[in-house]
């Protein structure tokens, strides 16, 4: 499974644009990109998917660029309630069960 | 709300003793996870259970068993525990093994385990 190397931390403030780049260099041909949240105590969360190009949804994009060796997840307009810990998992279809959470971004912001 | 209910939420036990966590999945979800995250380890995969029968194993310890049961709720045994076990002990549960939605598991809200 690819391995992912992603920031520890980050700092914003409120009102700002978010980006966090996820580096995977060895992803294979049939590998998604998924981008979890996990707030403390509590489990993580779904928060977007891609395989290729660019993918939103309500709560944040995703770009990926055409050798896909890399990903950055992009949360507009962040508030204190986005606090948390963003995991970046490179992995097949079908195989969910062998999800990789690495340590994750923990991204705090401030007023 | 995830829809993946796990009991108890927390427990308090000594070394050597032996428990059981619990987790309902979403409804219509067939796969299970069980995940494992400590201060220094982070979020560890532990094993997947789909439709009853275990699909795949990570690092799970050998004191440690599962199983999923024929109304798709699973249970996770810890025994002979160790003071290293203490953790946030999380199910998950998806769709299918995988498929096209192989990223969007469900998580429950997790068992803090300490082991005294």
């Known amino acids: 499974l690819a391995k992912t190397t992603q920031p520890i931390s980050m700092d914003s403030y409120e009102g700002q644009e978010v980006n966090i780049t996820c580096s995977h260099n060895?992803?294979?041909?049939?590998?998604?990109i998924t981008w979890y949240q996990q707030f403390p105590s509590q489990g993580p969360r779904f928060i977007i998917q891609?395989?290729?190009t660019k993918v939103t949804n309500e709560v944040a994009s995703l770009f990926i660029p055409a050798d896909r060796k890399s990903s950055t997840l992009s949360l507009p307009r962040v508030s204190l309630s986005d606090t948390a810990v963003y995991y970046c998992?490179?992995?097949?279809?079908?195989?969910?069960?062998?999800?990789?959470f690495g340590t994750g971004t923990q991204l705090k912001v401030e007023l | 709300d995830s829809g993946v209910t796990q009991t108890p939420k927390h427990l308090i036990t000594a070394t050597g003793q032996r428990v059981t966590l619990r987790c309902s999945p979403r409804?219509?979800?067939?796969?299970v996870y069980w995940y494992q995250q400590s201060l220094d380890q982070g979020l560890q995969f532990l094993i997947q259970?789909?439709?009853?029968?275990?699909?795949a194993k990570g690092n799970i310890l050998e004191r440690f068993s599962a199983q999923q049961f024929p109304d798709l709720h699973s249970e996770l045994n810890l025994s002979s525990l160790e003071l290293g076990d203490s953790a946030l002990y999380f199910c998950?549960?998806?769709?299918?093994?995988?498929?096209?939605?192989?990223?969007?598991?469900?998580f429950g809200e997790g068992s803090r385990l300490t082991v005294l």
């Open positions: 998950a549960s998806s769709v299918g093994t995988g498929g096209f939605y192989a990223g969007e598991l469900f």
């Open positions: 060895n992803i294979a041909t049939n590998d998604y």
């Open positions: 891609g395989y290729k």
């Open positions: 998992l490179v992995g097949p279809a079908g195989g969910g069960n062998k999800l990789t």
């Open positions: 409804s219509g979800d067939l796969s």
């Open positions: 259970y789909y439709n009853g029968e275990e699909r």
